[in-house]
């Protein structure tokens, strides 16, 4: 277990013409790509830009993946020279490199409005933070310490049963668990109406 | 969707699933567009919890990627496999080379030996005899071959190669006796007698060519 076998495992199956796997693993790294882009760009909506560009060139290059490092620190070097390429082709253009630097707050929230398009898509994110930390604050210790063991520290199974002082089957199934927890409340929210309103936006 | 389902899922997520098991769930994960949603907000929990900025339920950029990657060529065709099946081919044909290159060397070494093995033979012979009683030092019971002392012993003479047949050599002498001094032809045959005397001592028809000759 580990070694990026489940990334890996994905990764063949988009090299054998399996669109659908590449889908999986935008979902799992495009908070954590958009979250590395953004140290080099502030503005929210062109990280995400520079991100699907990343992704992209990752989806082209991916024959040539072997699976000698991780997949995601493959992705990760991806998104680090597309990002410096977009900076200094950014730079080339200074009309627009002036206009949102006057200050870094009115910066970040022009980016932010971009970002969510709608006050809508604003409210969500803050809507979803409320409702995960509301959903872990609720959770029993043993699951919460779990996930955030897990979520937080990146702790592996292993060492989270160390830790904890248990199994690693219990820990697998306290994680899963909180996770269904935070899940169901998620679900909510998104069959409430929020979700759709941002998907629709 | 049911319940071992979920955890193999949560598992996965986080890289602690069986290989085999990853791969089978992988192959569901791609077509089930339910299995992914959940798979998505688990990304979005974990976001969450880490305090990542952006964190949406439904991304638009997990959208705009998909559609643009809808509209690319699939990799299975013309990707990954195919270059797979290239490197493996440079790799065979690179050790069919080795293989036939080495099978040439080996023929052309026999066929060296065959052709010459009075040459060859000897010099093998020599190689082949280290002298353990100068060549080796004892440690603790064992014996181990030191390579800076080891030496090679000379053949007997009895296996030395005879570039002239003693038998001739001694019809030349008798020969020359005929038109030599009996003084000369006494000095040369005690002098070939010395220089051979194993070969002299066993020809026998050395002997009869002397008698002969006195």
């Known amino acids: 277990m580990g070694a990026d076998v489940s990334d890996l495992s994905l990764v063949r199956r988009v090299q054998r013409g399996d669109k659908g796997a590449f889908d999986a693993l935008v979902l799992k790294y495009q908070h954590k790509l958009v979250k590395l882009v953004m140290r080099y760009v502030r503005n929210p909506a062109e990280a995400e830009d520079i991100a699907q560009e990343a992704f992209i060139k990752a989806y082209r290059a991916l024959p040539q993946f072997r699976g000698d490092s991780a997949f995601y620190t493959w992705l990760y070097r991806i998104a680090i020279n597309t990002a410096k390429n977009a900076v200094v082709s950014r730079d080339r ?78 820990v697998r199934s306290r994680i899963f668990r909180a996770r269904e927890a935070i899940d169901l409340r998620l679900r909510e929210v998104f069959e409430g109406g929020l979700g759709r309103a941002e998907e629709l936006g | 969707m049911n ?18 098991e ?31 900025r952006g964190v949406r339920l439904h991304a638009a950029l997990a959208r705009k990627v998909n559609t643009a990657i809808l509209a690319e060529p699939a990799l299975g065709v013309s990707g990954a496999p195919q270059r797979a099946l290239r490197s493996g081919l440079r790799w065979r044909q690179a050790v069919a080379g080795l293989a036939v290159a080495a099978g040439v060397a080996a023929v052309s070494v026999f066929w060296l030996r065959a052709e010459a093995p009075l040459a060859v033979a000897p010099l093998t012979a020599q190689l082949a005899l280290p002298v353990q009683a100068f060549g080796t030092t004892q440690t603790a019971g064992t014996t181990v071959p030191a390579r800076a002392d080891s030496y090679v012993l000379p053949r007997a003479p009895a296996s030395r190669p005879v570039v002239v047949p003693v ?11 005929m038109v030599s001094s009996p003084v000369a032809r006494r000095n040369l045959l005690s002098a070939f007698m010395t220089s051979d005397p194993g070969a002299a001592g066993t020809e026998e028809p050395l002997e009869v060519a002397t008698s002969n000759a006195q």
């Open chain 1, 93 to 170: 253009s200074p009309i627009e490199y002036n206009l949102d630097r006057s200050s870094d707050e009115s910066y970040d929230m022009q980016g932010r409005m971009k970002d969510s398009e709608t006050p809508e898509g604003l409210v969500l994110t803050d809507e979803i933070r409320s409702i995960v930390n509301g959903a872990i604050d609720a959770l029993p210790e043993d699951l919460r310490t779990a996930i955030v063991l897990r979520e937080l520290e990146g702790l592996s199974y292993e060492e989270i049963a160390a830790t904890m002082d248990c199994p690693v089957g219990t």
């Open chain 2, 167 to 177: 038998t001739e050599l001694a019809n030349y002498v008798v020969a020359h006796s």
């Open chain 2, 22 to 52: 990853c791969e089978l769930l992988a192959r569901r994960l791609s077509r089930d567009e339910q299995l992914k949603a959940r798979w998505g907000r688990y990304a979005v929990i974990g976001a969450t919890i880490r305090a990542e």
């Open chain 2, 3 to 20: 319940e071992e389902l979920e955890s193999q899922l949560s598992a996965m997520f986080d890289d602690e699933l069986s290989a085999a």
